[in-house]
């Protein structure tokens, strides 16, 4: 079926440093992403969305691009911190899926000092 | 988390036991989801609901039922719990053009 991936497992940054985790998808309907982070033990906390009318949007710290062309998302968080140590996960969704989200399979982030 | 609870938190139990585990939320959302969570698969749907009685399967459904009496409340049974459905699961609010979706904080379960 219709699959959302993640190019990299896991990835080291140094604290200060900027962090990039790209997230490919396949579905062609997909109209909303969200990128989620996810701490040891707790549930998925919502970081930052984009829906398929745009390309860009930033947050505080963070930036996620949309290129549907490639069908391509990635996440941006600045100035890493030792706090953004987490698990982080795309996902997708259209309403022809009852607006459930599909998720990538995670992309572990470790900020080192 | 932000008007959503799982019931429990934990659970140990054996094989072949039915087993419910409840999401309440206080959002008044129409759409409720439950997913399960394990190495090397992120989240993966199992049933979701938009709306009191109306519900859908999703990718992982086989050997889980749900039922949504109320919109405050999505129950979901496993009727015979097998070592494989072993599992953390999410329920989450959400969906419909509302931005964000949210998540409970899990239920850990074990069949033993």
Redesign the interface.
Known sequence: ?ESVGLHLPTLSVQEGDNSIINCAYSNSASDYF?W?KQES??????II?IRSNMDKRQGQRVTVLLNKTVKHLSLQIAATQPGDSAVY?C?E?N?NS?????????TSLLVTP | DAGITQSPRHKVTETGTPVTLRCHQTENHRYMYWYRQDPGHGLRLIHYSYGVKDTDKGEVSDGYSVSRSKTEDFLLTLESATSSQTSVYFCAIGGQGSYGYTFGSGTRLTVV
Request: proline share 4%; glycine share 26%; hydrophobic share 30%.
């Open positions: 079926g969200i989620y033990g707790k549930g998925p906390q919502f969305d996960f996902a969704t309403s009852g607006y459930a989200l599909n998720f990538g399979k995670g």
